[in-house]
């Protein structure tokens, strides 16, 4: 139903604008084709231009690149963490008076009798409907309203927790980490980091550029480029690049400081 009222939303935006553009054009324009053309065209760039600033908005308001780098970490950290539990009793704690600590969940009563039930089910296993199923025969019956953390899980397991009672909110680590870690304002300490991609210095694009396995590639574009000079007159810039792309071959296929011989016998 949402995604039908979205497709709805998104058809009358196009509909509207083309209709204002079609208002304009024709009054300038007398040939109806063209008229059509002209207010299709503006149409499309339009959209394009809303839906790229829509685009943009959203992903200033979703996580930094930082930000996901830190939910990733703690993540894991919490992962390989025995002591994880003591963690979300402190962060529950924080907003909760009366708030008890299981091995494998927290459980905070309100005030008007109600409960909710926090369960961090911190693995790697992206969550499905039948460890849903698992988590729901562990907690059933103990809140009204339950709080399910993981790293990440299927489509469908949203759509299937709505069948029960019970109100059911589930969170992956970057929802954790936006939802429950920055509104408390409280994080989990990161013990643990997955390793940093390394970023390329001069010396490492310039080993990509100049190996030996890219000596084909120079070497055939040089050769359309020569091949082409038989039918059309060269230029000097052509010249050039030809030239360029030959000794970048020769570079490639025959040096040794990026070409370094392996030994195949590792043990």
């Known amino acids: 139903m949402r995604k039908i009222n979205f497709i709805f939303q998104e058809v009358l935006k196009i509909f509207l604008i083309f209709l204002l553009s079609f208002i304009w054009i024709r ?4 040939r109806l084709w063209l008229t059509v053309l002209i207010s299709a065209i503006i149409t ?9 600033i829509k685009r943009k908005k959203k992903n200033k308001e979703g996580l930094k690149i930082k930000e996901k780098e830190e939910a990733e970490n703690m993540f894991l950290s919490l992962a390989c963490d025995n002591k994880r ?3 979300f009793f402190k962060l529950a704690s924080s907003k909760h008076s009366n708030v ?9 009563s309100h005030e008007d009798g109600k409960k909710t039930l926090l369960f961090p089910n911190m693995n790697y296993e992206s969550l499905s409907v039948s460890k849903f199923i698992e988590i729901y025969n562990t ?19 949203k759509a299937f927790a709505t ?19 920055k509104y408390y304002q409280i994080f989990p300490e990161i013990k643990e980091k997955f390793k940093s991609s390394k970023m390329l ?35 000097i810039y052509y010249t050039i690049v030809a030239t360029l792309l030959v000794v970048f071959a020769i570079i490639s296929q025959f040096n040794t400081t ?8 590792i043990l």
């Open 201 to 235: 210095t001069f010396k490492d694009f310039v080993a990509f550029s100049f190996n030996k396995k890219r000596a084909k590639g120079y070497l055939l574009s040089a050769f359309l480029l020569a091949f082409s000079a038989i039918f059309v007159r060269t230029t």
């Open 85 to 87: 539990m003591d963690f």
């Open 258 to 265: 990026f070409n370094i011989k392996e030994s195949k016998e």
């Open 44 to 52: 499309l760039t339009i959209y394009l231009i809303l839906y790229f």
């Open 27 to 30: 009054y300038f324009v007398r």
């Open 163 to 181: 069948h029960f009672d019970t109100y059911f909110l589930i969170f992956d680590r970057f929802e954790t980490y936006e939802k429950l870690y």
């Open 139 to 157: 907690i059933k019956g103990k809140a009204e309203k339950v709080v399910v953390l993981c790293h990440s899980y299927d489509k469908d397991v």
């Open 100 to 108: 008890k600590k299981f091995s494998k969940y927290i459980l905070i």
